[in-house]
C-alpha cells in the first residue's frame, strides 16, 4: 500500500489491440522531471533572448564591412582631390606672379586674430605744403601712392557691365586721402561698396571713396585736403584690396584722371592727361 502511494501507473493503450501497458513511476522521478523541464525550458528562452542580438549584429557585419570600404575608397578620392588642389594652387601662385599679380603686396594676414595697420599721418610732411585749407574741389590723388589701376569708367550700355570711377588696387590697410577739402555728406556700410565715405566739395563737387577696411571720418564731419579719411580694403563687391575712387560734377560721374593734377605727386603716383 505504502509503495502504491509513492508510485504512479501510467498506461499505454495503442489503437486497435486489446491489451494496455502500464508503467509504474515513482513520485519522485515525475516531480524531478518536472523540474528538470521547467529548468530546460527556462534555459532555452534565455538563450533564445541572449542569441537573437548576435544574430541580429551578425547579419550587420557585411553591409558594415561595405560601408567601411566605401568610406576608404571615398577617403582615398579626397586626398587625391586635395593633392590636385595644392597642386593647382601652386600653379595659380606662379601664373599669378608671371602675370604681375604680386605688384600689391599684403600687409595683412587674412587669418590674423587681431587687425593691425601701419602709421597713419594726417598729412604727408614733405607735401603738406601743397594741400589747401579749407574747402577745396578735388584735385589730388587720394593715395600715397601709385597703386595700379584695375578698371576705369564704363559707360551704360555698353558690353561691360557700367562702372563710375576707378578702382585701384593696394594693400590692404593704405591711408585713404581726401583729394580735396570738404565735408562729409556720407558714410557707412553699402552693399555694393562696402565701407564708404562721400564728400562734398565746392562748386558742385563730390568725391566718393569705396570698399574701406575701417572708417576715420563720420557723416557731417570736415574734412580737408589730404585728410586721412579711411584705410583701404575690400568690403562690399570686391575680389582683392582696392580703393574705388570717383567723382562727381553736379550729380554726375567724371573721369578722375580728367580732374587729378599734377600738385602733391608723390614718387611715381599716375594721373591721366599728365
Not at 601662385?93 to 594676414?109: A, C, I, W, Y
Request: charged content about 20%.
Amino acid at each position: 500500500m505504502t509503495d502504491r502511494r509513492r508510485t504512479a501507473t501510467i498506461i499505454i493503450h495503442k489503437e486497435g489491440e486489446l491489451e494496455s501497458k502500464s508503467i509504474r513511476v515513482p513520485l519522485w522521478f515525475l516531480r524531478f522531471s518536472m523540474i528538470a523541464g521547467i529548468v530546460l525550458a527556462v534555459v532555452i528562452l534565455v538563450a533564445a533572448a541572449l542569441y537573437t542580438p548576435i544574430v541580429r549584429t551578425a547579419a550587420r557585419v557585411p553591409g558594415l564591412t561595405r560601408d567601411v570600404e566605401r568610406l576608404t575608397e571615398e577617403n582615398r578620392q579626397v586626398m587625391q582631390l586635395a593633392e590636385r588642389l595644392e597642386y593647382a594652387e601652386a600653379r595659380y601662385t606662379q601664373l599669378r606672379g608671371m602675370l604681375g599679380g604680386d605688384l600689391v603686396p599684403e600687409l595683412q594676414r587674412p587669418d590674423a586674430d587681431v587687425p593691425t595697420w601701419h602709421a597713419v599721418v594726417a598729412r604727408i610732411p614733405h607735401a603738406a605744403a601743397c594741400y589747401e585749407d579749407g574747402p577745396s574741389v578735388p584735385v589730388h590723388w587720394p593715395l600715397d601712392q601709385a597703386g595700379v589701376i584695375t578698371r576705369g569708367p564704363v559707360e551704360p550700355g555698353g558690353a561691360a557691365e557700367e562702372h563710375q570711377g576707378l578702382d585701384i588696387a593696394v594693400a590692404q590697410g593704405t591711408p585713404i586721402r581726401a583729394a580735396g577739402g570738404g565735408f562729409v555728406l556720407d558714410a557707412g556700410r553699402d552693399p555694393e561698396y562696402g565701407l564708404f565715405v562721400k564728400l562734398q566739395h565746392p562748386d558742385g563737387y563730390q568725391s566718393m571713396y569705396g570698399h574701406a577696411s575701417r572708417l576715420l571720418v563720420t557723416r557731417g564731419d570736415s574734412a580737408h585736403a589730404g585728410q586721412v579719411i579711411g584705410l583701404s580694403g575690400s568690403t562690399g563687391r570686391s575680389t582683392a584690396p582696392h580703393l574705388h575712387f570717383e567723382i562727381l560734377k553736379d550729380g554726375r560721374s567724371i573721369d578722375p584722371r580728367s580732374q587729378v593734377t599734377r600738385e602733391c605727386r608723390n614718387g611715381n603716383i599716375f594721373v591721366g592727361g599728365a
